[in-house]
């Protein structure tokens, strides 16, 4: 059970630039992580274990990508009381991201804009981080989110894609591939036909291979954006299965601005996210959901700040959900309301 009051450290936290309120954090974590005072934010594990893409969850609440860019703070995160923990998003050369400020709040509407735009340490400080942690060896999940670098052109996007395929296939346990972030130039153009089509059929062709080297096949997911019509969730359905990708991630932030006007920051460019996203991505994950059938694995995420927004996302269409911004506003306690609801919910046949 954590020991200290989160209201207390939000409280203390929100007096920051919000930038800075994360560094803290994250350093805070990275620090404490394996030490005592690691109880200061540790919760128990409830167990809900659940087999999705060949791989056992412990229980069906994860960490999204984002938080934890450089993969330092896995076992801190995990001790959170997650079944799994995805980090990243990691590029294949360092970068800086773009300039400050670039992380907004918007207390109102419990929300975050968001423009960093991958910033990170790059592929080798990542891979050396994972394989410090001790989260894998505790039977717990933990995915690898691989994305393009800023100064890469979209044309070669495939290449950067495949370069941390490469690096973090033996330390995952599935790989994430980030084509729905709105901070990077052009990115979201691979979400159209033909670019996904022949970014997805490299990466499987990769995967092949990666599979025979390393004696084992690592599941791929590829995070999608809720700005999407139905007709484009249909292209990308059809487009993964084809392509025997092992499930999707809905969604990543939107670009949306109308359940926030008005409010201050709500015109900064970047990505929200919080609550004003949970329908947009609720419609995405329930429209996948009529395209893919029941048996493809679907993670939601989105908007989710309660025990009843993750029953919610689940009953739209996902197998697990994830929290981000959810964890930003109500702290570590969520995570427990959330799995021991998602526990309570009727069981449906694993994928």
């Known amino acids: 059970m954590s020991l200290l ?8 936290l929100f007096r920051l ?41 412990p ?3 994860g960490l999204a990508a984002g938080l934890d860019k450089n993969a330092r703070c896995i076992d801190g995160l995990g001790a959170m009381g997650f079944g799994f923990v995805e980090v990243g ?6 970068q800086p991201g773009n300039p400050r400020p670039r992380l907004f709040r918007l207390p109102q509407a419990r929300a975050l804009i968001n423009r960093l735009g991958f910033n990170n340490d790059g592929l080798d400080a990542f891979v050396a981080n994972v394989k410090r942690s001790s989260f894998r060896q505790r039977g717990r999940i933990l995915g690898l989110n691989i994305g393009k ?33 709105p901070n990077t130039s052009n990115l979201r153009s691979l979400q159209s036909d033909a670019a996904l089509d022949a970014l997805l059929g490299a990466i499987a062709q990769r995967r092949s291979r990666l599979a025979l080297q390393h004696g084992r096949e690592v599941p791929v997911f ?8 139905e007709a484009q969730v249909g292209v990308i359905a059809a487009t993964l299965q084809r392509h025997g990708m092992d499930g999707v991630i809905a969604t990543n932030t939107t670009i949306s601005r109308e359940a926030v006007q008005g409010l201050p920051h709500a015109q900064e460019t970047g990505g929200l996210s919080g609550a004003p996203v949970f329908e947009s991505s609720n419609r995405v994950i329930a429209q996948l959901r009529a395209a893919l059938g029941s048996g493809f694995p679907i ?27 959810g964890l930003i506003y109500r702290g570590p306690a969520l995570v427990g309301e959330i799995a021991s609801a998602l526990k309570a919910m009727p069981r449906t046949k694993t994928r």
């Open 5 to 12: 009051p989160y209201a207390l450290a939000r409280a203390l």
């Open 17 to 57: 630039d919000p930038e800075r309120a994360h560094e803290l954090t994250m350093e805070s974590l990275a620090r404490s992580q394996g030490t005592p005072l690691e109880w200061a934010y540790r919760n128990g594990l409830v167990e809900d274990p659940v087999t999705l893409a060949g791989l056992r969850f």
């Open 59 to 61: 229980n069906r609440v």
């Open 89 to 94: 998003t990691v590029t294949p050369r360092p």
């Open 149 to 181: 670098n800023a100064a890469t052109p979209i044309e070669n996007a495939t290449s950067d894609y495949l370069a941390c395929l490469d690096g973090v296939y033996p330390h995952a346990d599935y790989v994430t591939v980030n084509i729905s972030s």
């Open 222 to 229: 590829v995070k999608i954006a809720p700005d999407l019509d």
């Open 299 to 325: 993670i939601g995420v989105g908007g989710i700040m309660s025990a009843a927004d993750a029953v919610a996302k689940m009953r739209a269409g996902a197998d697990l959900v994830q929290v981000y911004t």
